[in-house]
């Protein structure tokens, strides 16, 4: 079935820093692929995503292209937030459901 | 803006006593998972949904949790007897098939 490997965490980075989270999958077919973010005491919410090849979704400054080639959907953004501290999930879509990554903790210190 | 509703929000029992939780989903959408979060194991599916109908309960421990949608509007998680290791933050999520999922806000279960 389908899986996915996501970065370990925590992430620690400076305010501004440039931030990338990697994410790599095995799927049958053609999986649409998702970010979803976790803020302290909440549930997950869509951060992004893209649904075909070379296909890259935004929002909130972040950035991922569905890269088929090399199974991956890193997520990027240029300059972070202090608010952006949180856990990252990547999953692709597999057999009716997502398979969700084990989370990667972002730390973002001013 | 039309969200996932879950009830009650924090809930503490002592073991072997009976825990439901519930779920409102988003009106139109057909399809409802259960999840389980802790820091040891993650983010866990328990079991889905769709048109109402079971999908797929085999991250559930049978013996003692159940899932049920009564209706469209109404999904139920029981655990009937509750143990320690049934601590955890458990999600609802709703959403159109494979589409995006909508999460609630979770119940977080502490079983004394």
């Known amino acids: 079935g389908n899986s996915v490997t996501q970065m370990e965490g925590p992430v620690t980075l400076s305010e501004e820093a440039f931030l990338t989270i990697n994410c790599t999958y095995t799927?049958?077919?053609?999986?649409?692929l998702f970010w979803y973010v976790q803020y302290p005491g909440e549930g997950l919410q869509l951060l992004l995503k893209a649904t075909k090849a070379d296909d890259k979704g935004s929002n909130k400054g972040f950035e991922a292209t569905y890269r088929k080639e090399t199974t991956s959907f890193h997520l990027e953004k240029g300059s972070v937030q202090v608010s952006d501290s949180a856990v990252y999930f990547c999953?692709?879509?597999?057999?009716?459901?997502?398979?969700f990554g084990t989370g990667t903790r972002l730390q973002v210190f001013p | 803006d039309a969200r996932v509703t879950q009830t009650p929000r924090h809930k503490v029992t002592e073991m072997g006593q009976e825990v439901t939780m519930r779920c409102q989903p988003i009106?139109?959408?057909?399809?409802v998972f259960w999840y389980r979060q802790t820091m040891m194991q993650g983010l866990e599916l328990l079991a889905y949904f769709r048109n109402r109908a079971p999908l797929d309960d085999s991250g559930m421990p049978k013996d003692r949790f159940s899932a049920e949608m009564p209706d469209a509007t109404l999904a139920t998680l029981k655990i009937q007897p509750s143990e320690p290791r049934d601590s955890a933050v458990y999600f609802c999520?709703?959403?159109?098939?494979?589409?995006?999922?909508?999460f609630g806000p979770g119940t977080r279960l502490t079983v004394l």
């Open positions: 999520a709703s959403g159109r098939a494979t589409d995006t999922q909508y």
């Open positions: 799927a049958t077919g053609y999986p649409s």
């Open positions: 999953a692709p879509t597999g057999a009716d459901k997502l398979i």
């Open positions: 009106l139109g959408h057909n399809t």
